[in-house]
């Protein structure tokens, strides 16, 4: 593969050796390339300026400015830039503030390396990915709450909105919703905004949690 085709993966970790290790693993893919790395989240934003990565795989727990904290500065500053959550922790509130941050997935330290592999290719073709040990738990955990309202009222979406909302629920944005669906980015925010009011979500994690709910997301 050409290198220009090759996925950019920028990589923020506090620890060298982990960030040794990740490097020497993705840089193995042939289509993949580590273009840059920091040891912290306020390096990561300024890094990241200068080398444009195509995805960021974010440490959670770094000092100066964490990998939540991180990942909402870079989504403001870098729409297209995805970035992927690598982290020990698996409480499930992690993975929902991640969400709302504006993560597209989240992988566990603990996994086999190809999971991590599989979770970049799974986030560059526009999925939201979620690690098949923490499926179970997030599924539960969304469930156990109370329901939305607008399930509650039984607001019916249309086929369009349905279409719409399973897409942005899946980590694509406004543009790819539209370019797979044939409607333009503004018809995309239309439908999205529509079948958001309908159903009283408030955000991002409303919405995927939804999805969960309804089976559209499944662990990868």
């Keep these: 593969m050409p290198e220009a085709e090759k996925l950019r993966i920028f990589l923020a970790d506090d620890h060298a050796v982990v960030r040794e290790g990740l ?31 195509d995805i960021v795989v974010m440490d959670l727990s770094m000092p100066r400015m964490n990998g939540t904290q991180a990942t909402e500065a870079l989504r403001k500053s870098c729409p297209d830039m995805k970035v992927l959550a690598l982290t020990m922790h698996e409480d499930t509130s992690y993975l929902r503030s991640l969400l709302e941050a504006g993560a597209s997935g989240y992988v566990l330290k603990r996994s086999a390396p190809q999971e991590l592999v599989h979770a970049l290719r799974s986030v560059a073709g526009g999925g939201t990915y979620i690690d098949p040990a923490l499926a179970g738990k997030m ?82």
Aim: with cysteine.
């Design 23 to 53: 490097k020497t693993l993705i840089n193995a893919e042939p289509d993949m390339e580590v273009i840059g790395e920091a040891e912290d989240g306020r390096d990561a934003l300024e890094k990241t300026k200068g080398c444009d990565p």
């Design 139 to 220: 599924v539960g955990s969304f469930v156990q709450k109370p329901p939305l309202r607008g399930e509650i009222e039984g607001q019916d979406l249309s086929e369009r909105e349905e279409a719409v909302l399973r897409l942005i629920a899946q980590g694509y944005t406004n543009k790819e919703v539209g370019a797979q669906l044939s409607i333009s980015s503004k018809s995309v925010e239309t439908y999205k905004a529509r079948a958001m009011e309908k159903l009283a979500l408030e955000s991002r994690v409303d919405i995927v949690r939804y999805a969960v709910q309804r089976g559209w997301l499944h662990g990868g």
